[in-house]
């Protein structure tokens, strides 16, 4: 049976996904922070945005594509940065960077990513973004971003929402360590599900191998302690000045919720604002973020970019973000389910179910453009 049948939405792959992959890797994808009432509340608020579906437009075929800081894109969405996807699935970065390539779509390969970015560049062709946790040491810093730059990757991603470690208590239930320690329950809890185990085998361990060079095991104990003690430093207006005078292309601010916020980094030099929740997985008291791109627009105007992500599951959740005020979208789990259920083939078939679903609901809104979505949003339901 194609996956088309058997898989027509995110919510299909996220079933399958559970079932293909350890306990320990599920909860590492799934999870978020504390009572996850933030995730929730991220989807919950997506799915109560109403599009006002406009008839006798005679529109079948709406243009899909998205002008963004200079380029065309075909889809208004692109991959998140997603830390460690080489344990989801064996080889994620380069398998995500390839589909995003083929696409035509961006891949933003994260700081504590299992692949660096001179194995991914030669993937992900002219659709690299690099996502960096601020190292603390600016040496670091310049040496990581330069390695990006060299690797291809045009556009650097600053994360600038998670200033300490937060607790994901899921994953301290399921005994997830970094590094990855062998126990018992891991063990066992691989053996359960063969398939991701021979393929992981295959790979050795996954790391953070771009990280790797910069350890020094002499200062803080263990290396894994002292890359957590370079990048865990939470960044500043300073910092984000300095990256902005060493970082020639364009330069993207991750985890802004609040407009004030927006305002600064963008005075600041950000030439975009993702605006994200991080997908709930740092503080879980924040309001929705897809609630806060109205104001965040109105701060910025028109003419600066906003890119949204949290809770996307769908092509209509993405249309929804676009009608509050975003230009561009990133999905992060979503993809990861495609991925973690049946590898490459299951990534690429979250790509078609977005593209697919965006396709329909867009031709049924009566939306020609993405542009246009916002005149459809309905401003109460009640
Ligand atoms: C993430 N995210 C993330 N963000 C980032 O800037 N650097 C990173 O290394 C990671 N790592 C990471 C791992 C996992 C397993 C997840 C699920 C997420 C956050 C990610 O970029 C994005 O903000 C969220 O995934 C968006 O929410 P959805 O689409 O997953 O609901």
Redesign the pocket.
Known sequence: MTLELSHPAIEDLKRSARRRVPHFVWE??DSAVGRETG?AF?EDALDQIRLMPHMLRGITDSDLTVNLMGRQYPLPFGF?????SGL?WPDAERILAKIAAREGIPYTL???AAATPEEVGPKVGDQGWF?L?APSDPEVRRDICGRARDAGFHTL?L?VDLAVASRRERLQRARLTNPMRLTPRIVLDAARRPAWAVATLGKGIPKLKTLERYADTTRRGSATAHIGYQIRTAPDLPYLRALREEWAGPLVV??IISAADAEHAVRAGADAIWV?N??G?QFDGAPPPVHQLPQVRAALGPDVPVIY????RSGLDIMRALAMGADFC?????V?YGLAAFGARGAAHAVDILRGQLVADMGNAGCARLSDLPDHRVLSVS
């Open positions: 590492y994808l995730r991220a998140a940065p997603v830390g460690m989801i994260s700081t504590v996502q946790y991603v994360t991750k985890g994200s991080h997908g997985r992500d949290s809770g996307l990133m999905v992060g789990r979503a990861h």
